[in-house]
């Protein structure tokens, strides 16, 4: 059986990485893959990013199983276009992943199916954005409107950083396009300004098959730079499952009062949603839970460790779901904690630096295979010649399973220590919430 896992980064390692132990029959392709993905010898990179390309080669490679990774294929309708042709493809439609795609597309949702979330406006005038936030106060969070790779969400802590994001955004000059984000059809670029949520953020992730739903181990990233919380938002410098902060009645809520209206609301608006489905939550110290954001893919970096703890053979996990069969599905964890740390560029998030040479890659092959138990994902490397260089902001995820969290930490660690790059920037503290 030939399977193609769509993406570039941690997450596409991580999921190509699981296909490829369901069996040696099987050949798992990546499109276009990473450096990491070019070293391992059970898995094929293909250098193919164009939707309808890939459908082509997709087709005349016989690929029986397709898994979407990133979100801008999904934006770009990769499923219409794979289903269209009779391809098997497990993902949301361009329709259903407006959720991740417009922020504004998502809180227009939420509010109409009374999902509970923060307080917003939607705007294009940077100076009528500005305005609100003055109205309003300081925190307040503002969002590009379009996809941004995970990073286009600003917590200002003052009114100037506010004004700061919002002509980063919207304002003269390249404004959307200075800040990485993607809009359609030349469409002006807009803001989400919300208000401001306090308590402890956890990724809720499930599985959807158009009628069922099937929750994944809980995870909790760390979005700041910095130990401590500190420093600008990111894509993500770090996560571990399970977390501790989800507890049964938290997930009983998130299923009744987020989860299921979300699936049902789609459904009433017209749209059937199959694909993984990621709620950042925000959960409040009186226990309310209410939505920061829907990604309409796998988190990352919650899948590093999310993955490293599934038992169940992500292949019959997968086709299942492509055949409305998550009902016959139950999921086996390993019941050991799993940690993964972020290793970025220098100068991420703001400009990540490219072309530096990561050293202690052979090392830390070797512990891998000397230990089950470590893996190192990775997401911004190239391999050119034989040498691994960085080649995006967050550039590896060393993921460890552990008796304990703190076990698991020390793991992951002592594989850190052992790589290096020029400028590398990474956490010290990952997962210090839960300890």
Request: hydrophobic letters at 40%; a negative charge.
């Amino acid at each position: 059986m030939n399977l193609l896992v769509v993406g570039s980064g941690g997450r596409e390692h991580a999921i190509a990485w699981r296909l490829s132990q369901a069996s040696t029959s099987h050949k798992v392709f990546v499109a276009p893959g990473n450096g990491g993905t070019a070293l391992d010898p059970d898995l094929h990179n293909i250098d193919i990013t164009n939707v309808v390309a890939l459908r082509e080669w997709a087709q005349a490679n016989q690929i029986s199983l397709t898994v979407v990774g990133p979100e801008q294929p999904l934006s770009e309708g990769i499923v219409d276009e794979f289903r269209a042709h009779g391809l098997r493809i497990f993902g949301p439609t361009r329709q259903a992943a407006q959720l991740e795609s417009s922020k504004a597309f998502s809180k227009a949702f939420m509010q109409r199916h009374h999902i509970p979330t923060a307080a917003y406006a939607v705007f294009s005038d940077a100076e009528l954005a500005k305005a609100y936030v003055v109205q309003q106060g300081a925190p307040i969070v503002v969002k590009a409107d379009g996809l941004a790779a995970g990073e286009g969400v600003v917590v200002a802590m003052t009114q100037a950083e506010a004004f700061a994001a919002i002509d980063a955004m919207i304002g003269p000059g390249d404004g959307a396009q200075a800040y990485g984000i993607t809009t359609k059809n030349g469409e002006q670029a807009r803001v989400v300004i919300e208000e401001f949520l306090e308590g402890e953020e956890a990724s809720f992730i499930v599985l959807v098959d158009g009628k069922n739903i099937l929750p994944l181990a809980t995870s909790q990233d760390h979005k700041r730079l910095l130990d401590g919380d500190m420093g600008p938002n990111t894509g993500g410098m770090g996560a571990y499952s399970p977390a501790p902060v989800v507890t049964p009645e938290i997930h009983a809520k998130v299923m009744r009062e987020i989860i299921q209206p979300t699936i049902k609301g789609m459904l009433a608006d017209g749209i059937q949603y199959t694909g993984f489905l990621y709620a950042g939550l925000m959960i409040g110290a009186d226990k309310k839970v209410k939505t920061l954001e829907f990604n309409c893919r796998l988190g990352d970096p919650e899948t590093q460790p999310i993955l490293m703890r599934l038992k169940t053979n992500l292949l019959d996990v997968l086709w299942a779901a492509t055949e409305q069969g998550l009902d016959k599905i139950e999921l086996d964890w390993d019941r050991r904690p799993a940690v993964g740390v972020v290793m970025a560029a220098n100068g991420y998030p703001v400009n990540p630096r490219k072309g530096d040479v990561i050293s202690g890659q052979n090392n830390t092959r070797q512990q891998e295979e000397n230990n089950p138990n470590v893996k190192v994902f990775h997401a911004g490397t190239r391999l050119d010649n034989a040498v691994l260089t960085t080649s995006g902001g967050r550039v590896l995820c060393v993921t460890a399973l552990g008796g304990s969290l703190k076990e698991a930490r020390r793991a992951a660690y002592q594989v850190v220590d052992t790589i290096g790059f020029a400028g590398v920037q990474y956490r010290l503290d990952i997962g210090h919430k839960a300890l």
